[in-house]
């Protein structure tokens, strides 16, 4: 059988997200906690994350643009300029979960996933107690790709503080740390296990939609 090339511009929006997504695997998860202007808080999981640079430390995550509008996470932080992102073990997959649909800007997700907020020591959005590892991160730039449906992006933030729980960090290597990861679809790598597990996103309550 010959090898497929495929011309991405030729594909449906739909038939592009399953691509690629299903091809940059696995992807850790950033459950990004954020705060508006009037202190409304807000956190959303997002799986397109990834390093940036070391000098000065720096991380990268992208809110697509769905629905015809930006992710309340986007707004706070153009705001803001601070949030936290927080790395997700295979015990808060469910409550991560549970704050992955699309609310209105005024539910409060803490409280739909019962995860536990605890004070930041740099900016104001609280980390989450049960993330092993929380990064304090203050905005560099959000550069936009695109328009409409689908389209990037990318949220350029310093890390200025980072949390990890007693023992993962030894001064030289970070030691039993295993985050769970996005496949494609609804499917999930738990890296401490090395197994796969499917999560769908769970119905959003209408009154809250």
């Known amino acids: 059988m010959p090898d497929l090339s495929l011309t991405l511009s030729d594909l449906s929006p739909e038939q592009v997200y399953l691509l ?3 091809i940059v695997v696995p992807r850790p998860i950033a ?14 999981p997002f799986s397109y994350f990834q390093l940036g640079g ?14 015809g509008r930006d992710k309340d996470t986007l707004s706070n932080i153009r705001q803001t300029g601070e949030y936290v992102i927080n790395l997700v073990t295979a015990s808060m997959k469910d409550p991560m979960n549970l704050t992955s649909p699309t609310y209105r800007a005024d539910v409060d997700e803490w409280l739909e996933s019962g995860l536990t907020p605890i004070p930041s020591s740099l900016v104001k959005p609280e980390r989450v107690l049960e993330s092993k590892v929380a990064l304090e991160c203050r905005l560099h730039q959000i550069v936009p790709h695109g328009i409409g449906e689908g389209s990037a992006n990318y949220v350029i933030g310093e890390v200025l503080l ?5 023992g993962l960090w030894d001064g030289k290597e970070v030691r039993g740390f295993s985050p769970i990861s996005r496949l ?8 401490a296990s090395l197994t796969t ?12 939609s």
């Open 20 to 22: 690629l997504t299903g």
């Open 31 to 44: 459950l990004v906690s954020s705060l508006d202007t009037k202190g409304i808080r807000n956190l959303a």
């Open 54 to 67: 070391v000098n000065p430390p720096s991380v990268v995550f992208s809110p697509v643009t769905t629905k």
């Open 162 to 166: 980072a949390h990890l729980k007693e």
């Open 184 to 191: 494609g679809g609804a499917d999930y790598l738990d890296l």
């Open 197 to 208: 597990f499917t999560l769908p996103r769970p119905p959003l309550d209408v009154e809250k």
